[in-house]
Structures are given as structure tokens and as C-alpha cells.
């Protein structure tokens, strides 16, 4: 990727010098230890990470924490991957703002958290083992970036942009959170009678995550001449590599649609590449759409 007039995002906050710990932190007791107990439980017989069931139990139980009791700590100057995560993260900052006023909007950035191993959200304790995540209750995108070693050895998915993406796609359910779209997906997940009904849900959120990093894709491009030939196959090929059907073949052997809580391979490269080729949210309804 071409980022070399890019910005450098102030939104950063680097916790991978502190320890962490390894268990549950429950100083802040935001949530009770039943909550969390329960939640991974169910998360246990249903597959739903936990982060996402405490999102939606302390969505209704208590105000969200967005500041954090830590002072913030800016990545050193000389780490070459987090000033590249802080100037995509600059970037997505300067493209939703133009999107933002566009559609009359205020865009209010998120915060991106590097963290190693495991670290305090208000969405609970977030593990790196689940991978990238945004939490809505503080606003956060969160990333261990030992992730992107595994997106080239386990998911045969290097590359800048495939890097980029990742981002790119938490800032999307930033986005979806802005927009209220989350709110509602998730009240709809509580009134769902079932985990198939709800899971499909969590699909439809996912790729309209992913379309809104094609979005990003298509803005950045036009106003920056950020991607470089060749480097949109990066992030179609991390967006096969990680989709649902791919994931589950490779664990289990075997596909179940109605498990899915991201799409299918297909989905997700087929929502990136409409978000890229339009540079519009609009066209990212995945809601309101038979075919997915
Ligand atoms: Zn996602």
C-alpha cells in the first residue's frame, strides 16, 4: 500500500507492555461475575463469542464505560506495524468523516486498542484467541497483532491490504454502531426464538461490515491512491480465507450453514467487492436483501 504521506491516527492507545493477567478483571464490576459466567456458558453451547452476549447483557444493564481508568500509551515511533495500523486507522478516520457529512452525519472515530494475549473491554475480557474485535459499549477496535502472523500462516492470507481490511472491517461495525444498526440487530437477536434465527442476523451484520470496508476501499483509493495493483486480491483472499464455511471445513470437516455467524466465503468476498465498486453505504443493506 502507498501510505507514505498518510497521517498518523491519534486514536491509538497501545496496551501491549501491560500484563494481562490471564483471568477476568472484575475491579471495574460493571458486570457481575453471574453475567459473565452465564454468558460463557451459553457461549459454550451456543458459539457465540462471549464479548458479544455481555454486549447485549450490559447493553440494557448499565450506562457504557467509554473511558478507560489507564492512562492511553502511545505505540513507539519505530514499530513499523503499528504505525502502519495507526496510518490505515487515520485513513478510515478522513474517509467516514467525508461519508459522514455526506449522508449529515457527525463521525465520531473509534479508538483501536494493540493489546497482547488478553485485555479489559467493557465488553468483557477480549481474547486474542477470537481474533480482531470491535466493542460498541466503549467504542473500541481491538487487536492482537500476532493476528496478522497467523492471517499469513493459517489463513495463506498476507498482505497490506489484507491487513488493512481487518481493520477496515471493525471500523465498519463502528460504523454500524453510529448508524443505530447494531442497537437494533442485536434487540432483534434478543426477541429471536432461536440460535439459527440469530445467527442469521449476526451474518447479515458481518457482511455489511465487510461491504462498508469496501466502502472504505473505494473512498481511500479515489482520494488517496492508497492500494496498489494487484493488492484488492489481498483482501478477497482474506475474505474467502476467514469466511464461515472455510473456517468450519478446516475445524470440523464439515459445513453448517445454520451455525454461520459471518458468511460464507462467497458472501464475504461478493459484499466486499459491492461496497468497492459503488463507494456507497447505501448500497450495503444487507437487512433488506432475499439473497444474501
Ligand atoms: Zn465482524
Known sequence: MRLDNERESNNIEDRRGESSGGGFHLGAGRLGIGAIVLALVVSYFTGISPSTLLNLVSGSASPPAISSSAPAHKPPANDEMATFVSKVLADTEDTWQV????????????KLVLFRGATQTACGTGKAATGPFYCSLDEKVYIDLTFYQELKDRFHAPGEFAEAYVIAHEVGHHVQKLLGISEKVHAAQERATN?????????????????????WTHRADRMQHIVEPGEIDQALNAATAIGDDRLQQEARGTVRPETFTHGSSEQRVRWFKRGMETGQPAQCNTFDTKKL
Open 99 to 110: 461519508i459522514f457529512r455526506e449522508m449529515n452525519h457527525a463521525y465520531r472515530a473509534p
Open 195 to 215: 440460535q439459527a434465527q440469530a445467527n442469521a442476523l449476526s451474518v447479515r451484520l458481518e457482511l455489511q461490515a465487510d461491504c462498508f470496508a469496501g466502502v
